[in-house]
């Protein structure tokens, strides 16, 4: 069994940081990319940012200069710090990966979200 677990999501004002980590856990053989994805009320789920296993990351536009994504592979965990907040980035947020267990079968897995809400 492998699981996603978030934290760190928060009330912030506008122009404030967040720091949320994602670690990953269970029968984990390797894991490939890792991610960010969030989700605000009445919107689809949006990518934010991603990062592979060597550490290359990608982000949406929308966040670039704002956000940082790092990763710990001895932890099997991902971070993202968000600073510069606005109120538009309130939303559940939600990180993913992808992940090869011991029986070696591969899939993406998901969180179970964590919120961020940003007051103006």
């Known amino acids: 069994q492998v699981q996603l677990v978030e934290s760190g999501g928060g009330l912030v004002q506008a122009g404030g940081s967040l720091r949320l980590s994602c670690v990953a856990s269970?029968?984990?053989?390797?894991?490939?990319?890792m991610g960010w994805y969030r989700q605000a009320p009445g919107k689809q789920r949006e990518f934010v940012a991603a990062?592979?296993?060597?550490?290359?990351?990608n982000y949406a536009d929308s966040v670039k200069g704002r956000f940082a994504i790092s990763r710990d592979n001895t932890k099997n965990t991902v971070y993202l710090q968000m600073n510069s907040l606005k109120p538009e980035d309130t939303a559940v947020y939600y990180c993913?990966?992808?992940?090869?267990?011991?029986?070696?079968?591969?899939?993406?897995?998901w969180g179970q979200g964590t919120q961020v809400t940003v007051s103006s």
């Open positions: 993913n990966a992808d992940i090869q267990n011991t029986y070696y079968y591969r899939r993406d897995y």
């Open positions: 269970g029968n984990i053989r390797s894991i490939d990319a």
């Open positions: 990062i592979t296993s060597g550490g290359s990351p």
